[in-house]
């Protein structure tokens, strides 16, 4: 634990930990200690060294299980996009808005996969594009979900088939809304991090 009458440490503004003869780092973890009593609290960073962070082997094996189940699902995901891209029955509104879902799981799978088997020592700016990534493919994966239960859902509520006219109308609308707002979201969420 550092302690800050002795050591000299602040925080920067990215969050990082500056330390003695100026050692900037982000391996550290900040934590807060009670007196006995739970009246008082005091903030306590302790400094971690690099060679803490090794994963034990039982965390190493279940990392090799994650990443094979993470790498056969996009595997099939992938399969199943060609299916639905190859076969002309898959070729309407439905089969689209499942081509979207799809690419929007494929996206989410991607960066899990990534953060699986990320190292440690990846610079500022690839962390915080990877971040956004993250952030933007998974509310494109909850948004596709929704547009394609709203369809579903129109689609068994009324008795009459669709015009084929209709479809593009649709589609433009749905993607609009699928991909727009997730990126509408992240491109908030950068300019609040960024002000």
């Given at each position: 634990a550092l302690n800050p009458h002795v050591d000299l440490w602040h925080f920067t503004s990215d969050g990082r930990l500056n330390h003695v003869n100026n050692t900037v780092t982000r391996d550290y973890c900040f934590e807060y200690q009670y007196n006995e009593d739970l009246t008082e609290r005091s903030d306590i960073v302790l400094?971690?060294?690099?060679?803490?962070?090794?994963?034990?082997?039982?965390?190493?094996?279940?990392?090799?299980?994650?990443?094979?189940?993470?790498?056969?699902?996009l595997f099939f995901l992938v399969l199943t996009f060609l299916v639905y891209c190859i076969l002309p029955d898959f070729k309407n509104l439905h089969g689209k808005i499942v081509l979207m879902n799809i690419a929007s799981i494929v996206c989410v799978m991607a960066f899990l996969l990534g953060m699986f088997n990320s190292k440690n020592n990846i610079s500022l700016s690839l962390c915080t594009f990877i971040g956004y990534f993250g952030y933007f493919s998974h509310?494109?994966?909850?948004?596709?979900?929704?547009?394609?239960?709203?369809?579903?859902?129109?689609?068994?509520?009324?008795?009459?088939t669709p015009r084929r006219s209709t479809d593009k109308s649709k589609l433009l609308l749905y993607s609009s809304v699928a991909w727009g707002l997730p990126a509408l979201l992240t491109l908030t969420l950068a300019i609040l991090q960024a002000s």
């Open positions: 400094r971690c060294p690099q060679k803490y962070f090794k994963l034990e082997p039982k965390n190493q094996s279940r990392l090799a299980i994650y990443s094979t189940f993470a790498g056969l699902s509310i494109a994966m909850f948004s596709w979900m929704t547009v394609m239960s709203v369809d579903l859902g129109w689609t068994f509520s009324r008795s009459e």
